[in-house]
């Protein structure tokens, strides 16, 4: 416990050490858009953030080790509203009051996300959407800070920037390029010390320098552009921080409600995907598990405190995050303990902030922002199958930096579920098409009931459907079908594979069964799921659509089941009806046919005639077999017992067809269970008894075997011809 609580002390100071260089960057990123003046408002609403965020969020969310600080998104959204609001002539009171609104609703929406167990949904975010967010952020950042890096007069941009070099600060640009160096080299130069830490201190170095050689008004700490300034940190600057959102409201009253509204959502979107984001490589590289909806609610609360008190809103930080692992950190007491030693930094290090050069932190974050932006997404470009991938993140990046992130985030959610449905609707709905010759059904027919099947089978159109089957794709599986329904007496659609299915696929196979009836067709519905992925009930809602509001279409539960009713209506058409009479004599057996009245004498000496009632179980798999059964009238069913109590259903036999010939010949246990459907009569030929006769009459022993021999292996050819076409694809 100790060395976990240990673990977790010194984890949250690195925390705090790279946490809160980027916290004062942020803020000031987010304030300075109001004049300079305003930079030490927003170092302290930075520095703010990361004690209220690393406390509350740490104390109340779901995820170990988590980190939660000020950040990049925060940045970006609340420093666009200032810019824009600035340029249409807002006060800053209203400025103020706007973002203290924003955080605020923003927070409620995260806790609301929380509460109502959103917080899987948002993980499910598309990744071409996520990537072009963190991209056009990461480009806002990075466009944001390059006049703050080139010391530029207020209001000029970072492209009227690069055209007037004359404008350039030279001691602003130097600190900036010693800090991004150093920043970039900082893995080389030292593993133990964050990168963050290290620019940051090269920067100050570097200003130090330049102030005591070349430049010696850079010395003066008041009204001195390049630095921070002065942050009012004692008891009447945090109660002006904590009172001035409240002032600013009695002198400019409420703001415009979308000035309030559309950031929020879209801060509380963006925040919640960036915490979550660094949850997920959390657990990734911990085997941990965090709690999604919980940490949303962590969050929220986090953010809500930070507004409260002034400061600046955030989210779950990869690099502090890594670093609190790294140095230690293992729960969520690691990110309280950053909290606390962000509030005596406060208390003890504003002196030293206050010397910050705003150039080392523009370079810090236009860093940081390089980093944000997916450059491995340009990989997509050389597929032609993820080049539309590539074209939705590009376009997400144009919109979130030429309109906004809100219209960024419209527009990439449009897009993804655009390239979802281009992607069912190319997706064949038809998994398999064969017909009523090719497969068959587990009822065992004689050779006559075969010949009539394979002659009039290629009138029953089997389609195996799969995928999902809506709008998107209807017109794709009608045209697969529709060529079938002038030849076609029967149409069978398997739905064991549908994920899903609507009104419009429903209304469709509504328009198959009625064509087929006119032409006096029948279209039959098979292994309909009661649950689909989505919880509907498809065969209820098969029901309420209408498609079996009359008798023209049928559904069974099994495929087999619906195979065979298509196969006796096909004989019962071509006038082969199922005799099922008296009892049928050994002599009349198919099998039977070649021998003579001596030979057929000599096997009924071998014969015993049993009866079954319906349901009664002729023999058990795994007992002991030695009879050949043969079907005098009735019928049985053959079923495969499988370890978890269910059973397979292999084939159906009925008057005049045989079973039980594997342990007739070889003598040993049954492989199967045999059951009688109705009331059945077996003629039983014992296979000891058969020997004795056989030895005095070897050649109907050798006409015997020879005609259960050429049976067997009719039954193999016919199953290795349904295999094949089986595997057809």
Request: charged fraction near 15%.
């Given at each position: 416990m100790?060395?976990n609580l240990?673990g977790d002390?010194?984890?949250g100071?690195?925390a705090?050490?790279v946490?809160?260089?980027?916290?004062?960057?942020f803020?000031?990123?987010?304030?300075s858009p109001?004049?300079?003046e305003?930079?030490?408002?927003?170092a302290l609403?930075?520095?703010l953030g990361v004690a209220?965020?690393?406390l509350?969020a740490a104390?109340?969310?779901?995820t170990?080790?988590?980190?939660?600080?000020p950040c990049?998104?925060?940045a970006?959204?609340?420093?666009?509203?200032t810019?824009?609001m600035?340029?249409q002539?807002?006060?800053v009171?209203?400025?103020?009051?706007t973002?203290?609104?924003?955080?605020?609703?923003?927070?409620?929406?995260?806790?609301a996300?929380?509460?109502?167990r959103i917080?899987?949904l948002?993980?499910?975010m598309?990744?071409?959407?996520?990537s072009?967010y963190?991209?056009?952020?990461?480009?806002i950042i990075?466009m944001?800070?390059?006049?703050?890096w080139?010391?530029?007069?207020k209001g000029?941009?970072?492209?009227q920037?690069?055209?007037?070099?004359?404008l350039?600060?030279?001691?602003?640009l130097?600190i900036?390029?010693?800090?991004?160096?150093?920043?970039?080299?900082a893995?080389?130069?030292?593993?133990?010390v964050?990168?963050?830490?290290?620019?940051l201190?090269?920067g100050m170095?570097?200003?130090?320098?330049l102030?005591?050689t070349?430049?010696?008004e850079?010395?003066?700490?008041h009204?001195n552009p390049l630095?921070i300034?002065?942050?009012?940190v004692?008891?009447?600057?945090?109660?002006?921080?904590?009172t001035?959102?409240w002032?600013?409201?009695?002198?400019?009253?409420?703001p415009?409600?979308e000035?309030i509204v559309?950031?929020a959502?879209?801060?509380?979107?963006l925040?919640?995907?960036?915490?979550?984001k660094?949850?997920?490589v959390?657990?990734a590289l911990?085997?941990s598990r965090?709690?999604?909806n919980?940490?949303l609610i962590?969050?929220?609360?986090?953010?809500?405190?930070?507004a409260?008190?002034?400061?600046?809103?955030?989210?779950?930080?990869?690099?502090?995050?890594l670093?609190?692992?790294?140095s230690g950190g293992?729960?969520?007491?690691?990110?309280?303990?950053q909290?606390?030693?962000s509030?005596?930094?406060i208390?003890?290090?504003?002196s030293?902030?206050?010397?910050?050069?705003?150039?080392?932190?523009?370079?810090?974050?236009?860093?940081?922002g390089?980093?944000?932006?997916?450059?491995?997404?340009?990989?997509?470009?050389r597929?032609?199958?993820t080049v539309?991938?590539f074209?939705v993140i590009v376009?997400v990046?144009?919109?979130a930096n030429?309109?906004?992130l809100i219209?960024a985030?419209g527009?990439?959610?449009?897009?993804?579920?655009?390239?979802f449905?281009?992607e069912?609707?190319?997706?064949?709905?038809i998994r398999?098409k064969?017909?009523?010759?090719k497969?068959?059904?587990?009822r065992?027919?004689?050779?006559?009931?075969?010949?009539?099947l394979a002659?009039?089978?290629q009138?029953?159109v089997?389609f195996?459907?799969q995928?999902?089957l809506f709008f998107?794709?209807t017109?794709?599986?009608y045209?697969?079908?529709?060529?079938?329904?002038n030849?076609?007496h029967?149409?069978?659609?398997?739905?064991l594979r549908?994920?899903?299915?609507d009104?419009t696929a429903?209304h469709?196979?509504?328009r198959i069964r009625?064509?087929?009836?006119?032409k006096?067709?029948?279209?039959?519905?098979?292994?309909v799921?009661?649950r689909l992925?989505?919880?509907r009930?498809?065969?209820?809602?098969?029901?309420?659509i209408?498609?079996?509001?009359?008798?023209t279409?049928?559904?069974f539960d099994?495929?087999?089941?619906a195979l065979?009713?298509?196969?006796?209506e096909?004989?019962?058409?071509?006038?082969?009806?199922?005799?099922?009479?008296?009892g049928?004599?050994?002599g009349?057996f198919?099998?039977?046919?070649?021998?003579?009245d001596?030979?057929?004498?000599?096997?009924e000496a071998?014969?015993?005639?049993r009866t079954?009632?319906a349901?009664?179980v002729v023999f058990?798999?795994d007992t002991?077999g030695h009879e050949?059964?043969l079907?005098?009238?009735?019928e049985v069913k053959?079923s495969?017992?499988?370890?978890?109590?269910?059973?397979?259903h292999?084939?159906?036999?009925?008057?005049?067809?045989?079973?039980?010939?594997?342990s007739?010949l070889?003598?040993?246990?049954?492989?199967a269970?045999?059951q009688a459907?109705r009331?059945?009569?077996?003629?039983a030929?014992d296979?000891?008894?058969f020997?004795k006769?056989?030895v005095?009459?070897?050649v109907m022993s050798?006409?015997v075997?020879r005609?259960?021999?050429?049976?067997i292996?009719?039954?193999?050819?016919h199953a290795?011809?349904e295999?094949?076409?089986?595997r057809?694809?």
């Amino acid at each position: 416990m100790n060395k976990n609580l240990s673990g977790d002390i010194w984890g949250g100071f690195a925390a705090m050490l790279v946490a809160l260089p980027s916290a004062i960057a942020f803020g000031v990123t987010i304030f300075s858009p109001l004049g300079a003046e305003f930079g030490a408002k927003g170092a302290l609403a930075g520095m703010l953030g990361v004690a209220a965020l690393g406390l509350v969020a740490a104390l109340f969310g779901g995820t170990q080790r988590l980190i939660s600080a000020p950040c990049a998104p925060a940045a970006a959204v609340l420093s666009a509203l200032t810019i824009q609001m600035t340029q249409q002539g807002s006060g800053v009171a209203l400025v103020v009051m706007t973002l203290f609104l924003v955080a605020l609703l923003s927070s409620l929406v995260q806790i609301a996300f929380g509460l109502l167990r959103i917080g899987e949904l948002i993980k499910f975010m598309p990744f071409p959407v996520v990537s072009g967010y963190l991209s056009g952020v990461g480009l806002i950042i990075v466009m944001s800070q390059l006049p703050k890096w080139m010391a530029l007069p207020k209001g000029m941009n970072w492209w009227q920037g690069l055209m007037a070099p004359e404008l350039w600060q030279m001691p602003s640009l130097v600190i900036g390029v010693a800090t991004a160096g150093v920043m970039l080299l900082a893995p080389r130069l030292s593993t133990r010390v964050p990168a963050v830490i290290q620019g940051l201190l090269a920067g100050m170095a570097t200003y130090w320098l330049l102030a005591l050689t070349a430049w010696p008004e850079l010395r003066a700490l008041h009204d001195n552009p390049l630095i921070i300034g002065p942050l009012a940190v004692g008891g009447e600057g945090l109660l002006d921080t904590l009172t001035g959102p409240w002032k600013s409201l009695s002198e400019s009253g409420l703001p415009r409600w979308e000035h309030i509204v559309f950031p929020a959502m879209t801060l509380a979107v963006l925040l919640s995907i960036d915490t979550l984001k660094t949850c997920v490589v959390l657990d990734a590289l911990t085997g941990s598990r965090h709690n999604s909806n919980q940490e949303l609610i962590g969050q929220g609360l986090g953010n809500l405190a930070s507004a409260l008190i002034g400061g600046a809103p955030g989210a779950g930080t990869m690099g502090a995050t890594l670093v609190n692992k790294a140095s230690g950190g293992s729960t969520y007491l690691s990110g309280v303990f950053q909290g606390l030693w962000s509030l005596l930094a406060i208390v003890l290090l504003t002196s030293l902030i206050a010397w910050v050069p705003v150039a080392a932190l523009a370079a810090l974050l236009i860093v940081i922002g390089f980093k944000m932006i997916d450059w491995h997404s340009f990989q997509l470009v050389r597929s032609q199958d993820t080049v539309l991938d590539f074209l939705v993140i590009v376009l997400v990046v144009i919109v979130a930096n030429t309109v906004s992130l809100i219209a960024a985030s419209g527009v990439g959610v449009a897009l993804a579920i655009l390239l979802f449905l281009r992607e069912q609707i190319h997706t064949t709905t038809i998994r398999r098409k064969s017909f009523g010759n090719k497969v068959f059904s587990s009822r065992v027919r004689n050779q006559h009931e075969l010949q009539v099947l394979a002659e009039k089978g290629q009138q029953t159109v089997i389609f195996e459907l799969q995928g999902s089957l809506f709008f998107g794709t209807t017109d794709q599986l009608y045209s697969a079908i529709e060529p079938e329904l002038n030849s076609a007496h029967f149409v069978l659609l398997d739905f064991l594979r549908v994920q899903s299915m609507d009104m419009t696929a429903g209304h469709m196979i509504e328009r198959i069964r009625n064509m087929l009836a006119e032409k006096h067709a029948r279209l039959v519905l098979t292994r309909v799921p009661e649950r689909l992925p989505n919880g509907r009930d498809l065969r209820s809602y098969v029901d309420h659509i209408g498609l079996l509001s009359d008798n023209t279409a049928k559904i069974f539960d099994e495929f087999d089941e619906a195979l065979e009713w298509i196969e006796d209506e096909t004989l019962k058409r071509a006038g082969h009806e199922h005799v099922s009479g008296e009892g049928l004599p050994l002599g009349k057996f198919e099998i039977f046919h070649g021998l003579n009245d001596t030979e057929l004498a000599a096997l009924e000496a071998c014969q015993v005639v049993r009866t079954y009632a319906a349901g009664d179980v002729v023999f058990a798999a795994d007992t002991v077999g030695h009879e050949l059964m043969l079907i005098s009238r009735g019928e049985v069913k053959v079923s495969l017992p499988m370890a978890d109590g269910k059973t397979i259903h292999l084939a159906t036999f009925s008057r005049g067809q045989f079973f039980g010939e594997m342990s007739f010949l070889d003598g040993r246990a049954h492989s199967a269970d045999v059951q009688a459907t109705r009331e059945t009569e077996l003629i039983a030929i014992d296979r000891r008894a058969f020997a004795k006769v056989a030895v005095g009459d070897p050649v109907m022993s050798i006409s015997v075997m020879r005609a259960v021999a050429l049976a067997i292996a009719d039954r193999l050819r016919h199953a290795n011809a349904e295999l094949r076409e089986m595997r057809q694809t």
